[in-house]
């Protein structure tokens, strides 16, 4: 058995009966079947997907301890479990802490200890600072990762006193650093300070405006599989399929969330995903709450289909295409399983691309995806 016991000194449990209202969950149901921390944290051995929960947004200004996991594992809990081989746990909420920095170093605490013992760690939140805490559970095992964001903001207001308007400075560039590259997925142009994205680009991330993503949504699949943290921001929602998002009336779609998640769980090293910015109190109905509870199953379908993928080494499981571009000759893969596509590198490595890419290559052009990898190498 997996030794997790001393993580319930940072874990209120969770009251599977209060979230039912009393009603119990009939059969099929993902509330019938989960893992849950009720009274002692559950034997996570064979668990695939671990939930936690943490309410902390004093980062946003806010001193209220927020409902918000509760209120979308109570959606959650009600959609029905297609997926059994996919084992889903749930381990509680992270205590509120004395401090902010508490708070922090609890999570930290609770998601490395999880990630170490290969575990997916699916985090409710909380303001979207929380992110912080998700990427040092990395810092603290000295893992480094590539980290994605789906935001219509970009969180480096460093003249903000507000942590969750600023942390991605200190994400991005604190000292030692274990990002290996950032992504930033559906910003609004017109709610993003030009300087920012001049910042991001010398840095050598990758940054994709909103258009772009309704556009070529499948674009984004090859840029979630390469990434182990994904940390999302319901602000990213337009109004209409998340009530409780004042920002912006546009943004992501319903299904468009939806199938970013897909795409997400899909993704053999994506070990963490953070949905933030949830705030229940602005709530129509359980409207955005209900769209969480979706993005997370849709996360799991992901999931069950990326475990049926073939490993990159079972060559007979993948169609083979050799090209070259610019006098440079590379080898690209696709999936007869799911269709997805890999492009060789020149040290022989291979990492996640789109059809886009093997088209440009054979028209002997250079993949701008190939020539990123290749600054950043």
């Known amino acids: 058995m997996s030794d997790v016991s001393s993580l319930s000194d940072f874990l209120d449990p969770v009251d599977r009966v209060r979230l039912s209202h009393d009603e119990g969950y009939s059969d099929g149901l993902i ?21 936690v929960g943490c309410g902390e947004q004093r980062g946003d200004a806010n001193s209220a301890y927020s409902l918000a996991p509760d209120v979308i594992r109570s959606q959650f809990y009600n959609l ?8 889903i746990a749930d381990i509680g909420n ?34 979207h600072d929380l992110t912080l805490a998700q990427y040092d559970a990395y810092k603290s095992i000295r893992k480094i990762i590539e980290a994605t964001t789906i935001d219509a903001l970009i969180d480096l207001k460093t003249d903000s006193p507000l942590k969750s308007k600023n942390f991605l400075m200190e994400m991005l560039t604190g000292e030692p650093n274990f990002i290996r590259h950032y ?10 300070h030009p300087g920012m994205l001049e910042t991001l680009d010398k840095l050598r991330f990758d940054c994709y405006r909103l258009g772009t993503v309704k556009e070529h949504i499948d674009e984004m699949e090859p840029v979630l599989r390469n990434s182990q943290l994904l940390s ?25 969330a939806c199938s970013l998640m897909r795409f997400a769980g899909m993704s053999p090293d994506m070990s963490s995903l953070g949905i933030y910015g949830y705030s229940v109190e602005n709530d ?35 169609f083979e295409f050799n090209t070259a571009f610019a006098e440079i000759d590379t080898i690209f893969l696709q999936s007869k399983k799911t269709g997805r596509w890999w492009m060789q590198l020149p040290d022989k490595s291979y990492i996640a691309c789109s ?21 950043r190498s």
């Open 31 to 51: 509330g019938r079947t989960i893992l849950a921390n009720e009274d002692e944290i559950p034997d996570l051995d064979n668990a695939d997907i671990v939930l």
């Open 284 to 318: 129509t109905q359980q409207l955005t709450a209900k769209q969480i509870a979706q993005m997370l199953w849709y996360f799991i379908d992901g999931r069950w289909q990326g475990k049926h993928e073939a490993l990159l080494a079972e060559r007979e499981s993948f």
């Open 355 to 375: 059809y886009q890419d093997y088209i440009q290559a054979s028209s002997n052009e250079i993949p701008e995806r190939w020539l990123r990898a290749q600054e």
């Open 232 to 256: 999302f921001d319901i602000s990213a929602l337009q109004n209409s399929a998340a009530p409780s998002n004042f920002l912006s009336p546009n943004g992501l779609n319903g299904e468009e």
């Open 80 to 87: 029905h479990y297609w997926h059994k081989d996919i084992r």
């Open 183 to 192: 992504n930033h997925i559906a910003f609004q142009s017109y709610l993003v």
């Open 94 to 127: 992270i205590k509120c802490g004395a401090t902010l920095h508490d708070s922090y170093a609890a999570l930290r605490t609770v998601v490395s200890d999880l990630i170490s013992i290969d575990k997916t760690v699916i985090i409710l939140g909380g303001s």
